[in-house]
């Protein structure tokens, strides 16, 4: 199975700022099916980002996600206040589909 | 506005079997939409278990295959899990989710999902 590994573990930003945040797959996914969602506490997961770097319905364009092969990157531009926040990803390139373990933004 | 809401014991004994059930508001199972359960111990990362298509097609995580029977009811809108012989390392979130893919994928990502209800297995 492909493991996910995200980078940093937490990041501490201010409002305005830009966010980086990774995630390195074990092994190359196919076309670039990987997904980016954003998760506040006692709240449901949202869908950001599917296929590396389409957004989900309603999602602001200062979320942006690139990447191929083993190295994806989810991008927020300029951070606002409801940004801060834990984001995971998930390939879905093979199965079993997996998650990464998560970047809390702080 | 579509809507997961999972519902079921919150308290299971080790070795007996764990059900809950994901009822959908606001579109119909069988107008399209895979559908999914996802689980997440207690400061551990997110984990797969399957996903069932309206038909009945069902795809299961190899690591829980052998416990897990997802089934769909389409006449109440609502699919379930059944997880067999559960242990303590089976606690965890579990949450339902409609999930989509992309028009080249075979698989699926999580478009839309349930707030997640804490399943805990113990005597």
């Known amino acids: 199975e492909i493991v996910l590994t995200q980078s940093p573990g937490t990041l501490s930003l201010s409002p305005g700022e830009r966010a980086t945040l990774s995630c390195r797959a074990s092994q190359s996914v196919s076309s670039s099916y990987l997904a980016w969602y954003q998760q506040k506490p006692g709240q449901a997961p949202r869908l950001l980002i599917n296929g590396a770097s389409g957004r989900g319905t309603g999602i602001p364009d200062r979320f942006s996600g690139s990447g191929s092969g083993t190295d994806f990157t989810l991008t927020i531009s300029r951070l606002e206040p409801e940004d801060f926040a834990v984001y995971f990803c998930?390939?879905?390139?093979?199965?079993?589909?997996?998650f990464g373990g998560g970047t809390k933004v702080e | 506005q579509v809507q997961l809401y999972e519902s079921g014991p919150r308290l299971v004994k080790p070795s007996e079997i764990l059900s809950l059930t994901c009822t959908v508001s606001g579109y119909s199972i069988t107008s399209g939409y895979f559908w999914g359960w996802v689980r997440q111990p207690p400061g551990k990362g997110l984990e797969w278990i399957g996903t069932i298509y309206h038909s009945g097609s069902t795809y299961y995580s190899p690591s829980l295959k052998s416990r897990v029977t997802i089934s769909v009811d389409t006449s109440q809108n609502e699919f379930s899990l059944q997880l067999n012989s559960v242990t303590a390392a089976d606690t965890a979130v579990y949450s339902c989710?409609?999930?989509?893919?992309?028009?080249?994928?075979?698989?699926?990502?999580?478009?839309?999902w349930g707030r997640g209800t804490l399943v805990t297995v113990s005597s």
């Open positions: 998930q390939q879905f390139g093979s199965s079993p589909l997996t």
């Open positions: 989710a409609r999930q989509d893919r992309t028009v080249t994928a075979g698989y699926w990502y999580f478009d839309l």
